[in-house]
């Protein structure tokens, strides 16, 4: 690899066949390329600003970020605030997919908190472009799966291995899932405990990769975020 390229390339918790946790709500907020846009990043492989990273977004109010492609696409969930870019404007609870080679020039009236995944779908995908999803969670029902347990489904295709849910816990509810293609978990309300990586406070992240088991439980009752499959390729099989 040429010395440039080595030192254009990152790595933050980018050895995606181990577990890693985060917790968001101790970590500082960090400068990006826009003065009122700050981030705290949870993973990052490759070039500091084109790399695939995982981050929590803090967008001041009157913020603007330049225009920008997304050449192998971006997840966001608006966890508070308002997100908005020229295709509309997305309030708290608000889930975007934007597939491989969008758009957009992003900005916040009156600021926002967000989760951001990007440059999670590099290459051609076998399974066609996938779709671009806008959806309002606050909206959609919760669909019961098992007792204390309610989802919302963000995101299944079957051309795709990723599946992206939102995840409410009663109190006393307990989740477990196999988890044979990779899991991650950010929570965004309330408090859980995950078995051996322990508690998960409001704004805690938490990957496994595959293999390993999600074990979930919540004295309290929480709503969480959990995407699943999308760590395959590092599956070694």
Avoid at 57 to 69: G, L
Avoid at 137 to 145: N, Q
Wanted: negative net charge; hydrophobic residues 35%; contains cysteine.
């Amino acid at each position: 690899m040429p010395d440039d390229a080595r030192q254009n390339t990152h790595r933050l918790n980018a050895d995606f066949a181990s577990a890693v946790f985060a917790d968001t709500a101790a970590m500082d907020w960090q400068a990006s390329p826009s003065p009122s846009v700050f981030r705290k990043r949870l993973d990052l492989a490759g070039p500091a600003e084109a790399g695939r990273v995982t981050s929590v977004v803090r967008y001041e109010p009157d913020s603007t970020f330049p225009s920008h492609e997304h050449p192998d696409g971006e997840e966001i969930l608006v966890l508070d605030g308002t997100f908005s870019d020229e295709h509309g404007d997305y309030p708290a609870g608000s889930y975007l997919l934007n597939p491989e080679g969008f758009s957009h020039a992003p900005r916040s009236a009156e600021g926002c908190v967000l989760f951001v995944k990007l440059r999670q779908y590099p290459g051609a995908p076998p399974g066609g472009a996938r779709r671009q999803i806008h959806r309002d969670t606050g909206l959609m029902p919760w669909e019961a799966c098992a007792t204390g347990i309610c989802q919302k489904v963000l995101y299944k295709e079957k051309a795709h291995p990723e599946v992206m849910r939102l995840l409410r816990l009663e109190a006393g509810a307990g989740y477990g899932l196999e988890n044979h293609g990779g899991a991650e978990v950010f929570v965004i309300s309330g408090a859980a405990a995950a078995g051996r990586h322990g508690a998960l406070k409001m704004g805690a992240w938490l990957r496994l990769p595959p293999g390993e088991a999600l074990e979930l439980s919540s004295g309290e009752g929480a709503r969480l975020y959990l995407k699943t499959g999308h760590l395959a390729e590092f599956s070694g099989d």
